[in-house]
Nanobody, 124 residues
């Protein structure tokens, strides 16, 4: 049974940091691309960051470049999102997602497995 379980969300002041984790099970984690997606209240889900199978390639939305870092530990079946210099616009539910062979790595629609999400709230 495939499971993606996010953790690490919470309430933080603007300028602060959070580190999200996503623990994977039920599939061969190391051969899947991983993605972080967020959804703000009343808005559609949006791509945040993605990482290749080995971790050698990373991809970011322009809105988070230079502030967020995606990484993975294939030995621990876990992907991370380090979020620094948080701003209120970063508020939302953060989801991790997995896909084995995305044609476009940043295309949310191609990702098959999804977690339940973790809430991130940034206060001004």
């Amino acid at each position: 049974q495939v499971q993606l379980v996010e953790s690490g969300g919470g309430l933080v002041q603007a300028g602060g940091s959070l580190r999200l984790s996503c623990a994977a099970s039920g599939f061969t984690f190391s051969i899947y691309y991983m993605m972080w997606v967020r959804q703000a209240p009343g808005k559609e889900r949006e791509f945040v960051a993605a990482i290749s199978r080995s971790g050698g390639q990373t991809f970011y939305a322009d809105s988070v470049k230079g502030r967020f870092t995606i990484s993975r530990d294939n030995a621990k079946n876990t992907v991370y999102l380090q979020m620094n210099l948080l701003i209120p616009e970063d508020t939302g539910v953060y989801y991790c997602a997995a896909d084995r062979t995305p044609v476009r790595v940043v295309n949310i629609a191609e990702y098959d497995y999804w977690g339940q999400g973790t809430q991130v709230t940034v206060s001004s």
